[in-house]
């Protein structure tokens, strides 16, 4: 069964750094281009990094380049996203997701800053 199951989440004060995984079963990960996401209420689900099957190339947001960093981990079938520099406009759902057709999400992991 393909699944994603991300964790990490919780809350962290401004300035604080969070790690957030995403355990992929059922597949694996690295045949994949993988992605972050995240929605705020009441706004559009946006892209936050993404890593390419082929070659690895990392793609980031605008709101989050040289703040965040996107890796994946073969031996486990992981992806993460580390968070740095945190900042209260950073609090939404975080969601990773398989692909880009035909896509697979997991369930999300809420992320709060504030302080």
């Known amino acids: 069964q393909v699944q994603l199951v991300e964790s990490g989440g919780g809350l962290v004060q401004p300035g604080g750094s969070l790690k957030l995984s995403c355990i992929a079963s059922?597949?694996?990960?690295?045949?994949?281009?993988m992605s972050w996401y995240r929605q705020a209420p009441g706004k559009e689900r946006e892209l936050v990094a993404s890593i390419s099957s082929v070659g690895g190339i990392i793609t980031y947001g605008d709101s989050v380049k040289g703040r965040f960093t996107i890796s994946r981990d073969r031996a486990s079938n992981t992806l993460y996203l580390q968070m740095d520099s945190l900042k209260p406009e950073d609090t939404a759902v975080y969601y990773c997701?398989?692909?880009?057709?035909?896509?697979?999400w997991g369930q999300g992991t809420q992320v709060t800053v504030s302080s």
């Open positions: 997701r398989r692909g880009t057709v035909s896509t697979v």
């Open positions: 059922g597949f694996t990960l690295s045949l994949y281009t």
